[in-house]
Every structure is written in structure tokens, then in C-alpha cells.
């Protein structure tokens, strides 16, 4: 059974850092790309960044200058370092793969940034 948890969410103020994780398991992690996504209220889910089962990342432009994408394949985690976040930032947080032709998705961590 694949399931994927995310934590490390909270409440940071505007020009901090956090950083989320996401733990996997029922997967050959190592094999898999994992994608972050978020969803602020009231608006559609939208992709953060990727990165590849070799290690090769892509943030999207949002947040490309302050976001970093990682992943640990002795831990099956993946990370999202969050730096210099702003209130745009908050949101939940999802982390996602795809495994046998289906996607996955956490249940997400709230991240709220204040001003």
C-alpha cells in the first residue's frame, strides 16, 4: 500500500524558514520522481517543484529563488527547504509520485506564513 505523510508544516513568519518533509513507503522510492504541490484557500492546487529519482530538480518560478527540493533514498524522504517564505506561501502542502500507472497524494501540511 503506498502512502505518503507529509510533516513540518506550521505558522512561520514572513522571511523564515521551514522545512517539510515527506515520508514514502509501498514504493521503490528510489526509482520514483516526487513532486510538491500546494493549495492556498479558495484556489487550485498548484505544482512547487520536482525532483527526479537521479536527483535533478525543477521549482516553479514562484519560488524557484528560495525553495529547494531533496530527497534522502535511505529514508525514503523527500524535502522542501523553504526559505524567505511570504504570506503568498501559505497554503497546504502536498507531496506526490506516481506508481503503477496511478497517483499518489499525502494528506498535506498546512503552512501559514504571517506578515
Known amino acids: 500500500q503506498v502512502q505518503l505523510v507529509e510533516s513540518g508544516g506550521g505558522l512561520v513568519q514572513a522571511g523564515g524558514s521551514l522545512r517539510l518533509s515527506c515520508a514514502a513507503s509501498?514504493?521503490?522510492?528510489?526509482?520514483?520522481?516526487m513532486g510538491w504541490y500546494r493549495q492556498a484557500p479558495g484556489k487550485q492546487r498548484v505544482w512547487v517543484a520536482k525532483?527526479?529519482?537521479?536527483?535533478?530538480?525543477n521549482l516553479a518560478d514562484s519560488v524557484k529563488d528560495r525553495f529547494t527540493i531533496s530527497r534522502d533514498n535511505t529514508k525514503n524522504t523527500v524535502y522542501l527547504q523553504m526559505s524567505n517564505v511570504k504570506p503568498d506561501d501559505t497554503a497546504v502542502y502536498y507531496c506526490?509520485?506516481?506508481?503503477?500507472?496511478?497517483?499518489?497524494w499525502g494528506r498535506g501540511t498546512q503552512v501559514t506564513v504571517s506578515s
Open positions: 525532483i527526479t529519482s537521479g536527483g535533478s530538480t
Open positions: 506526490s509520485t506516481v506508481w503503477g500507472g496511478r497517483d499518489f
Open positions: 509501498g514504493i521503490s522510492f528510489y526509482l520514483n520522481p
